[in-house]
């Protein structure tokens, strides 16, 4: 069952001679459960990419289909509701609220849609990352890996459609690194959670499903390593 499609993705920056095209033409498809690892070089579009899968940034030309559902036929305010509930997003840098604790960051985006949090959803997510002990915890009294934890978790507390991943483990170091990889994987085969993740490691890319390798704005090469 197929969860996203990309029709003919572009983005351009700038006009004339000045013109930067960051992504050129871009057409792809992922299937529920799959687990893609996006590479590139710096600068090869992938980042846009995964930023226009999640909404965040508009593009030039071209659709984007999560769920049948086209995200750029819906006006602003929709489309946040429906990032909301249908992308999870884990960056490099945590984007976690800093005057909130654990729990509320990762509960937030069901509090944002003023619905109830399920207890036992969130005490299996908590105890699977390992981050049970540090609810009342804040951002800045936690490490770097648990702080990704917490990031993860807020991914997941929506069953979103899609868990997108960009550069998860830049921040951090190799065992941190590994174990944040491993996790991603957990959710993939626990929770048959759809996962793209953007990287310029080729070892973490390895040990996903499908690895997709952009270069200058376009797809090169699309691969997939096992079923």
Do not use: C, W
Request: no cysteine.
């Amino acid at each position: 069952m197929e969860i996203l499609r990309v029709e003919n993705l572009s983005k351009h920056y700038g006009k004339g001679n000045t013109q930067v095209k960051a992504l050129e033409d871009v057409s792809l498809s992922v299937k529920k459960g799959e687990f893609v690892a996006i590479i590139g070089p710096s600068g090869s579009g992938k980042s846009t990419l995964l930023h226009l899968i999640g909404g965040v940034d508009i593009p030039t030309e071209g659709k984007v289909y999560i769920d049948d559902t086209n995200i750029y036929n819906l006006n602003e305010s929709s489309r946040a509701v429906f990032r909301r509930r249908q992308v999870g997003l884990v960056y490099q840098f945590y984007n976690l609220i800093p005057i909130l604790n654990v729990k509320e960051n990762i509960t937030l985006p069901i509090l944002l849609d003023g619905k109830k949090v399920q207890k036992d959803k969130l005490k299996e997510i908590v105890n699977t990352l390992g981050i049970a002990d540090r609810m009342n915890y804040l951002p800045n009294q936690l490490s770097g890996g648990q702080q990704q934890r917490v990031s993860i978790g807020r991914a997941l507390i929506n069953n979103p459609a899609l868990l997108l991943a960009d550069e998860p483990t830049g921040n951090l170091d190799s065992k941190n690194s590994e174990e944040i990889i491993n996790l991603l994987k957990m959710s993939n085969r626990k929770y048959k959670q759809t996962i793209i993740i953007i990287t310029h490691d080729e070892s973490i890319a390895l040990q996903a499903n499908r690895v997709i390798s952009i270069e200058d704005g376009k797809i090169v090469k699309d691969e997939v390593l096992r079923k």
